[in-house]
């Protein structure tokens, strides 16, 4: 998402995640503005990423295997709700792990044959 939109973006917002390692999911904002507790000399709320119109953090959730996920994410990586965009990366995604998978068998038989003309 671009940095000027960052402002736009209010809790319970539906955002697109997606990385290699988990694929691609909805996620809702569940938290603009990140405010913690700090416990320095004396105890005060702050907030350590900053404002979320300035920096672009704020926290999501999203579901992954049935398992409730909730992470501090910046929103350069994340994507505006669109239906077909979110279709069109989850079809990139799963044509990625088809090859991915295809990848694996190819080096497994490959790796397999040098075991096997190593104990010739």
Do not use: S
Not at 37 to 50: K, N, V
């Amino acid at each position: 998402m671009k940095a000027e939109d960052w402002k736009l973006v209010k809790r319970h917002d539906v955002l697109i995640y997606a990385t290699d390692l988990i694929g691609v999911v909805k996620c809702e904002v569940t938290e603009i503005d990140i405010k913690v507790e700090e416990r320095r000399p004396t105890l005060h709320w702050g907030y350590p990423y900053g404002k979320t119109a300035d920096t672009g953090a704020l926290k999501i959730k999203y579901e992954l295997n049935g398992v409730a996920q909730e992470h501090v994410e910046n929103l350069e990586n994340l994507i505006r709700f669109n239906q077909a965009i979110y279709a069109e990366l989850i079809r990139a995604y799963q044509q990625w792990q088809t090859y991915h998978e295809a990848a694996q068998t190819y080096k497994e038989a490959f790796t397999t044959l040098i075991q096997e003309k190593t104990q010739e």
